[in-house]
């Protein structure tokens, strides 16, 4: 049963529709709409509701017309037809219904994108549930703003396909890269390529700088690359992630035998495992087999086939054993502490390094035992 206080009060009807004071009128509104909103009007009562609305939705008043649209702004018992008419209205008017009400469809939004209205674009950005087509829609618009709410929103999914045309259109944008990074689920293609456009963007600043030469700065960007991308990796990403992951380096061209060895050096060794099938274009099974084959030739020949240098042959070789030694003998050490010993028995290993290879591990050495 509804009480008085849930009915339309005559007063506030009169008072919205005829006084002359916009602000009465708007104060009137407020009243009304909290009213409207109760699911329990009778049919005729609604009938009149609505009727209401419609008047007060051509108020020549703004502030009347915005009091109709913050109150009603996530109702299900707006009318469609005031709903069209407000979306179309100033944007102070309009962006909170864009924003949230949820009776917009697909097609509304559509047309509201259509527009080209960057307040009403950028409205549309900030709903917290969007249709494949939609965003990217709201992708190809450009807007920066836009791009930042939908890499921001993390309840909202983004499919393969928007989050490769995200990478692609806001290559150049810091906040946006940390944002989609931050992001607590995302295809792992993407997530390669947004290392590498941080990765990129780090070398291209330091050279602009002219503090260093154009190729150390690619060195220490091809470096940060590498770091971050086997630091993301564990032991319990799925089959399926690791494969999309190498697939993805493989195709940009950045899968290689000195990712591989700073991948094994730091005990990533499923890692290893599908970067070594996919450079030697041998099954994963198949690659494990002759990984951990005790003979003399197995290892040899699957770094060959790799395109591994005999030096890095060797380097694969300790490494392994290394891996299985710390196993063995580790016990209860949990996965930092097991990074953190690998890496220095790697730096003590009879093999010289690389100067690049050193530093890379003594780079990371260094950030281990600081998160200790």
């Known amino acids: 049963m509804l009480q008085d206080t849930d009915r339309i009060k005559t007063e506030d009807a009169r008072q919205a529709v005829q006084d002359s004071d916009p602000e009465k009128r708007s104060h009137a509104t407020m009243r009304l709409s909290k009213v409207i909103q109760n699911p329990n009007l009778s049919e005729g009562e609604r009938d009149y509701a609505n009727r209401l609305i419609e008047v007060i939705s051509e108020d020549v008043s703004e502030l009347v017309r915005r009091s109709l649209a913050i109150t009603l702004r996530n109702s299900p018992f707006l009318p469609k037809s005031v709903l069209s008419r407000l979306i179309k209205d100033i944007d102070s008017i309009a962006v909170p219904l864009i924003t949230h009400s949820p009776l917009l469809t697909e097609a509304d939004l559509a047309l509201v994108l259509k527009s080209g209205m960057v307040g009403k674009v950028r409205a549309v950005a900030a709903r917290k549930d969007l249709s494949n087509r939609i965003i990217l829609s709201l992708i190809q618009t450009g807007d ?126 499923s890692l290893v495992h599908y970067c070594l099938a996919a450079l030697a274009e041998l099954s994963v099974r198949k690659v494990v087999l ?46 930092h502490e097991f990074q953190v010993k690998m890496v220095e028995r790697v730096l003590t290993l009879p093999i010289e390094l690389s100067d690049e290879d050193s530093d890379y591990f003594i780079g990371i050495l260094d950030g281990l035992e600081t998160n200790r």
């Open 290 to 335: 002759m990984l951990h084959d005790t003979g003399p030739f197995a290892l040899r020949g699957l770094c060959a086939k790799a395109g591994f240098k005999e030096t890095q042959t060797q380097f694969m070789r300790e490494a392994l054993k290394l891996y299985s030694d710390i196993e063995i003998s580790g016990g209860k050490l949990t996965a």
């Open 144 to 269: 920066t703003v836009s791009g930042r709410a939908l890499a921001a929103n993390d309840t909202l999914h983004l499919s393969d396909e928007a989050a490769q045309a995200m990478i692609e259109t806001y290559r150049e944008d810091d906040i946006i890269r940390q944002a989609m990074l931050n992001r607590a689920s995302m295809p792992m293609p993407v997530v390669e390529k947004l290392v590498a456009a941080s990765a990129e963007d780090i070398a291209n600043r330091l050279f602009r700088r002219n503090t260093i030469s154009k190729e150390n700065s690619n060195r220490i960007g091809r470096e940060t690359h590498q770091r971050t991308l086997v630091r993301l990796t564990n032991e319990h990403f799925s089959e399926k992630t690791l494969r999309e992951l190498v697939s993805a380096l493989k195709t940009s061209g950045r899968l290689s035998p000195e990712l591989t060895l700073r991948a094994m050096g730091l005990g990533k060794v």
